[in-house]
């Protein structure tokens, strides 16, 4: 459910019937009711008593301090990053970022949005502070389907990509302040 909100598959507002969530995931009523008391702690839904359950809507104030919590949070691993990302390291995140830039010409968006969301999980696992990683997709997750909606046009979508590169590039130099303003500059945009 959480990857369907975070595609658009299920937009910001939609009511989310509790039968409809049964039948769409083959879940239990329990299991439903479980994943939509997970989401709602995780701010991706809300309940509202009495009426159910509906995906978060965010205006584009809470959207602007959501990326600069994430830009501080991703920022601030920028010297772990570079002082575990060995050249193996280099080399995957290398194929990552080139296999999203494949996505924008052979891919679809949801292909683009695993494919970006790929790259950030390999670079992030190069910080050793796993509660700051795990607060930075907290907070990449609350913004429900606008990691997709941010390659609007191609261009959007390749400015993106040349980015992930301009990132390895700092990881390469081993310049940890290059890599933060870089992160930073990517996220926001």
Request: glycine fraction near 4%.
């Amino acid at each position: 459910m959480a990857r369907d909100i975070n595609i658009g598959e299920l937009p910001s507002g939609t009511w989310l019937k509790q039968v409809d969530l049964e039948q769409r995931y083959r879940a239990s009523r329990a299991g439903v009711r479980r994943a939509l008391d997970q989401l709602v702690s995780e701010r991706l839904v809300e309940h509202v008593p009495n009426r159910g359950y509906h995906v978060c809507m965010l205006d584009e104030v809470q959207h602007r301090h959501i990326d600069e919590i994430r830009a501080v949070l991703e920022s601030a691993a920028a010297a772990d990053i570079v002082a575990h990302a060995d050249d193996a390291e280099i080399a995957r995140l290398t194929q990552l970022a080139k296999a999203f830039n494949e996505t924008i010409h052979r891919g679809s968006l949801l292909q683009q949005y695993e494919a970006n969301l790929a790259f950030h999980r390999q670079l992030l696992s190069n910080c050793t502070n796993t509660e700051m990683v795990a607060l930075i997709f907290a907070q990449r997750g609350r913004i429900p389907g606008a990691r997709i909606g941010q390659w609007v046009t191609r261009e959007m979508a390749e400015q993106s990509s040349r980015e992930h590169f301009a990132m390895i590039d700092a990881i390469k130099q081993r310049d940890a302040s290059l890599l933060a303003q870089r992160i930073r500059r990517h996220i926001l945009k």
